[in-house]
């Protein structure tokens, strides 16, 4: 089981940047990548990022293509480099950690829910982007 924690939230105004850490813990043995996700209130989970086992391979949601970039600084942690951040990003944000080398594509398509292998998760961190 994995243990894995979010920070680097914040409040900043439009047009700002921010970034997020994730360590992931607990999974020593193992390749896994790494997911971030974001959950606006009242709405499911959506996978918005995912890195492969190596950091060369990373996947995006159209909403933040072009703006966030994460990266893989060791086996453990990643970043999410959030630039020109908007309204609509203003939500809590988390990572997870799913065993295998790659990512699936769709993980940045839907919801969480439909990848239950990423089944531990941290108490996320609050993103609060104002005008």
């Known amino acids: 089981q994995a243990q894995v924690a979010e920070s680097g939230g914040g409040s900043v105004q439009v047009g700002g940047s921010l970034t997020l850490s994730c360590k992931v813990s607990g999974l020593a043995d193992e390749d896994f990548v790494i997911g971030w996700f974001r959950q606006a209130q009242g709405k499911e989970r959506e996978g918005i990022s995912c890195?492969?086992?190596?950091?060369?391979?990373v996947y995006y949601a159209d909403a933040v293509q072009g703006r966030f970039t994460m990266s893989r600084n060791t086996k453990n942690t990643a970043q999410l480099q959030m630039n020109d951040l908007k309204p609509e990003d203003t939500t809590s944000y988390y990572c997870a950690a799913d065993f295998g080398g790659t990512c699936d594509p769709a993980v940045v398509r839907t919801t969480a829910r439909r990848f239950p292998d990423y089944g531990d998760w941290g108490q996320g961190t609050q993103v609060i982007v104002s005008s």
């Open positions: 890195i492969n086992w190596s950091g060369s391979s």
